[in-house]
């Protein structure tokens, strides 16, 4: 079974312009969850989603938004960057169901210059 | 609110030598599980181990044990005759079981073993 691939591996941006991030998780999964990992911050859930739905929100600015598709791939938008949205930015997929695992994808690094 | 504390930001061993990893958590829920993820250098997070509020027995896989004490609200990780393999940065996290999706972790330890 293949696991959770996420597109680009990385990304460079200068501030001011906007990315979309990819993830695909491991067939018949259908939740999808991104992280942010920073330095100072750490690890901060930003969103899930389940079923093309946001059913999880963490406390980050709407210029994070997400979707999800009818085969449960997703993108994570983030626009107007700032140097600070430098960061490796974590998907994680699982059935969705409470006892269900997250396997996560080997993150896009993303740099703002 | 849930917080989960890795008070250890790094620990540097000779290999063979044996490593706790700490894990201390706060939450006002009831049920809930915890968790261990293993990040090497490539960056992806490599699942451990799960535990739910409701099981404090200790679980033993091969040279990695976990203690779990809800008494203490700790989550401790061991490896017995560590390797240079083990060499990553380890997470301690916590998700309410009502909460989705949504890990909430700790800063985590970086892990060295020395040859």
């Known amino acids: 079974k293949a696991g959770v691939t996420q597109t680009p591996r990385y990304l460079i941006k200068t501030r001011g312009q906007q990315v979309t991030l990819s993830c695909s998780p491991i067939?018949?999964?259908?939740?999808v969850s991104w992280y942010q990992q920073t330095p100072g911050q750490g690890l901060q859930f930003l969103f899930e989603?389940?079923?093309?739905?946001?059913?999880n929100k963490g406390n980050f600015p709407g210029r994070f938004s997400g979707r999800q598709f009818s085969n449960s791939r997703s993108e994570m938008n983030v626009s107007t960057l700032e140097l600070g949205d430098s960061a490796l930015y974590l998907c994680?997929?699982?059935?969705?169901?409470?006892?269900?695992?997250?396997?996560f994808g080997p993150g896009t690094r993303l740099t703002v210059l | 609110a849930q917080k989960v504390t890795q008070a250890q930001t790094e620990i540097s061993v000779v290999e063979k030598e044996d490593v706790t990893l700490d894990c201390v958590y706060e939450?006002?829920?009831?049920?809930?599980?915890l968790f261990w993820y293993k990040q090497p250098p490539s960056g992806e997070l490599v699942f451990l181990i799960r535990?739910?509020?409701?099981?404090?027995q200790n679980e033993i896989s091969g040279r990695y044990s976990w203690n779990f004490q809800k008494s203490t609200s700790s989550f401790n990780f061991t490896i017995t005759a560590s390797q240079v393999v083990d060499s990553a940065v380890y997470f301690c996290?916590?998700?309410?079981?009502?909460?989705?999706?949504?890990?909430?972790f700790g800063q985590g330890t970086r892990l060295t073993i020395n040859p």
């Open positions: 535990r739910n509020s409701f099981d404090e």
């Open positions: 067939s018949g999964h259908r939740s």
């Open positions: 994680a997929s699982s059935g969705g169901l409470v006892d269900n695992e997250q396997f």
């Open positions: 989603y389940f079923s093309e739905t946001q059913r």
């Open positions: 996290a916590l998700r309410w079981i009502q909460g989705a999706q949504k890990l909430v």
């Open positions: 939450t006002r829920d009831t049920t809930y599980y």
